[in-house]
């Protein structure tokens, strides 16, 4: 019975890992440099985000966290012309 739960756990890690493994193949390389996107590269964004009334800690990981996922979501909504877009709402803060 132990032997038939490790199984069934190894087949559900197995899938899942599977699933993660297909979702990551089929991201944009777009999306994969922004996801990369190193935390020194967020500070200036993040605090300009900051300026405009963003709340968010001063925690390098926090910042980092916030330009990501705005950036991600500029990139779903304007693709290619995202960090164009992005600049745009940054300039005009």
């Known amino acids: 019975m132990e032997n038939e739960n490790l199984n069934e756990a190894q087949t559900g890690n197995s899938v899942k890992a599977d699933v993660i493994r297909s ?5 944009a390389e777009e999306e994969k440099n922004i996801l990369g996107r190193p935390n020194f590269a967020c500070g200036k964004i993040a605090h300009r985000m900051r300026d405009m009334g963003f709340e968010v800690a001063t925690k390098a990981e926090d910042e980092q966290a ?3 996922f705005t950036m991600l979501e500029f990139y779903r909504e304007y693709g290619k012309d995202w960090a164009d877009k992005m600049n745009e709402m940054l300039k005009a803060g």
Do not use: P, S, T, Y
């Not at 979702?23 to 991201?27: E, F, G």
């Open 23 to 27: 979702k990551w193949l089929a991201l």
């Open 66 to 68: 916030l330009v990501i």
